[in-house]
Nanobody
Framework: QLQASGGGLVQAGGSLRLSCAAS????????IGWFRQAPGKEREGVSC???????YYADSVKGRFTISSDNAENTVYLQMNSLKPEDTAVYYC????????????????????????WGQGTQVTVSS
């Protein structure tokens, strides 16, 4: 099971740290990804941390978001800085064997379909 937490309401330019606590899986064997979905929009892969510490970031969050893990706590964090109103969404964490991506045009996107374990979402709202 995955448990996401840490969402909330923040002003533009502010920061939040999301947590994804894992139980019932061998944490070190999995990649943990963060996805988000805003109302009326498709789900977007935001970031991913593989079991070998390879990271992925969507272009829209590069330089602002940082993914990290605490293996002793079986927890993955998503530090979100310089938040923008367009970051408003429900954020989900998910587990997969790897951070699978595909090239869509010139953009590399995270493949949500390969993530087999999903946590409940946590709402992030950024006010302007």
């Amino acid at each position: 099971q995955l448990q996401a937490s840490g969402g909330g309401l923040v002003q533009a330019g502010g920061s939040l740290r999301l947590s994804c606590a894992a139980s019932g899986i061998t944490f070190d064997d999995y990649a943990i990804g963060w996805f988000r979905q805003a109302p009326g929009k498709e789900r977007e892969g935001v970031s991913c941390l593989s079991s070998s510490d390879v990271t992925y970031y969507a272009d829209s969050v590069k330089g602002r978001f940082t993914i990290s893990s605490d293996n002793a706590e079986n927890t993955v964090y998503l530090q979100m800085n310089s938040l923008k109103p367009e970051d408003t969404a429900v954020y989900y964490c998910a587990a997969s064997i790897l951070c699978g991506t595909r090239l869509v045009g010139t953009r590399r996107t995270l493949l949500g379909s390969i993530f087999g374990y999903w946590g409940q979402g946590t709402q992030v709202t950024v006010s302007s």
